[in-house]
């Protein structure tokens, strides 16, 4: 099968868009914990190394295994083959032969990316085997793209991006003569959600609660994290909204800064104009905003000038690198071309 | 250092290979491609007929040993997997 992927590999969950064969199927998530096992156990066994992993839910309900996260070093092209296979698992759950073209997002955003990357992806050649099924993957273009900034690329009524994820806190402007650009900031890594969920699984109220509801024990930040992602808010009765309106200080105050970061550019950009900014907010941390500080928190954005999306604002890098993927097709360069160009 | 692999292109195989060229074209011009999907695939179902014959082809110097090894592993050796290490339940289990 001909298959496109355009996969954003987050610090908490990677968002994967599939186009099957040129048809766009459903969007979904995959936990981005990996776990790297004995060759014995069961999961994911690359056939070129003989190395078997675990990624998503089955890697959060273990014990065993090296356990990774982007979140661990910020290095998200580590152990994205395994994201990759696991993604392909989702697709085609029978296995089978599959030409692979590679959409990646990525924070740290280069030149000769691409390569590091499919350094990374050679380890699907030859394939991957899991639950006895067989994958064969020949990796036919790759290309990589500016996470949570390449927003702008296609949205001109926007001057200004935030994408508040997991791990990170992703900002850019639209230069009016130097075009999108990347806003660095000062505290944009692991200044994401990951800052809020520590805080809650450290909480006295939130523990006493979850005693009370009879569970065993609180989730582990991973399976929290995933629980979020996914907007399961209530289990029995806890309802993790109530226990996480008081760190929402944190992340908003990041925000504010990134804010101000923009109109300053914006500002030094045109000093003689009146720009009047108008900044998109994407990504699961703008859900998660929502959703605990409901219409309080949609006005808060509003005075800050940042405009929560309605439609799926977590797989926002997705749909923008398939809309400029559609627009421009050589943004996926052919493995073989890169390779002879190396 | 490089090893070369010479193949005699003998009909069977010549044929073969028009059948893969015209179903893939893109690999005529990458010998060395074909090779190593070929001997990928072949590995791969060695690997298997040698999972589906497990147990069942025992050699008779190799009977009453208690292990044997095979191209997968050890067999007579139980394999412990992730379920057999841990006997409980993982405590996020209960938070599906």
Not at chain 1, 253 to 260: C, K, M, P
Request: charged content about 25%; proline content about 5%; hydrophobic content about 40%.
């Amino acid at each position: 099968m001909r298959l496109e992927i355009y996969l954003d590999r987050g610090n908490g969950s990677s968002k994967i868009l599939p186009i099957v064969e040129g048809e766009k199927r459903a969007t979904f998530k995959i936990p981005s914990v990996t776990r790297k096992m004995e060759p014995f156990q069961d999961g994911i066994m690359f056939l070129k190394s003989g190395q078997v992993y675990l990624c998503g839910e089955p890697a959060i309900k273990t014990f065993l295994g090296t356990r990774y996260t982007p979140l661990d070093n910020n290095d998200k092209i580590r152990e994205l083959a395994v994201v990759v296979a696991a993604a392909l698992i989702e697709i085609f759950p029978g296995g089978g032969p599959v030409e692979l073209s590679l959409g990646i997002s990525s924070p740290i955003f280069h030149q000769g990316i691409e390569r590091e990357i499919i350094k990374e992806l050679s380890k699907l050649e030859t394939g991957f085997r899991y639950e006895g099924r067989d994958y064969v993957v020949l990796l036919e273009r790759v290309g990589a793209f500016q996470e949570g900034v390449i927003f702008l690329d296609l949205n001109p009524a926007f001057n200004g991006v935030i994408d508040l994820g997991q791990g990170t806190l992703l900002a850019g402007f639209r230069h009016p003569e130097e075009g999108v650009k990347t806003l660095p900031l000062s505290d944009g890594n692991r200044g994401g959600c990951n800052l809020i969920i520590s805080s809650l699984l450290s909480d006295d109220r939130f523990l006493k609660a979850v005693k009370s509801a009879g569970f065993s024990a609180a989730p582990c930040p991973d399976k929290l994290s995933s629980l979020l992602s996914n907007g399961r808010w209530q289990f029995k009765e806890i309802d993790f909204r109530n226990f996480l309106k008081p760190y929402m200080k944190v992340p908003k105050q990041r925000l504010e800064n990134a804010v101000q970061a923009i109109k300053t550019e914006l500002k030094n950009a045109s000093p003689y104009e009146d720009i009047v900014p108008r900044i998109a907010f994407i990504g699961g941390g703008s859900s998660l905003i929502r959703c605990v500080g409901g219409d309080a928190a949609e006005r808060w954005c509003e005075r800050h000038h940042l405009e929560l999306l309605k439609d799926s604002p977590d797989y926002q890098t997705v749909y923008q690198m398939y809309a400029a993927s559609q627009l421009d097709p050589s943004r996926l360069m052919r493995v073989s071309a890169r390779a002879e160009a190396a | 250092m490089t090893n070369r692999l010479y193949v005699h292109r003998t009909q069977a195989l010549e044929a073969l290979l028009q059948e893969l060229w015209r179903l893939r074209p893109e690999l005529k011009d990458k010998a060395a491609m074909t090779v190593y999907m070929g001997t990928a695939a072949l590995l791969r179902e060695v690997k298997l007929s040698a999972a589906a014959m497990n147990g069942a082809v025992v050699s008779s110097g190799q009977v009453g040993k208690p292990a044997v090894e095979t191209l997968i592993g050890v067999k007579g050796v139980a394999m412990p997997s992730s379920m057999d290490l841990s006997c409980e339940p993982h405590p996020n289990e209960q938070w599906d």
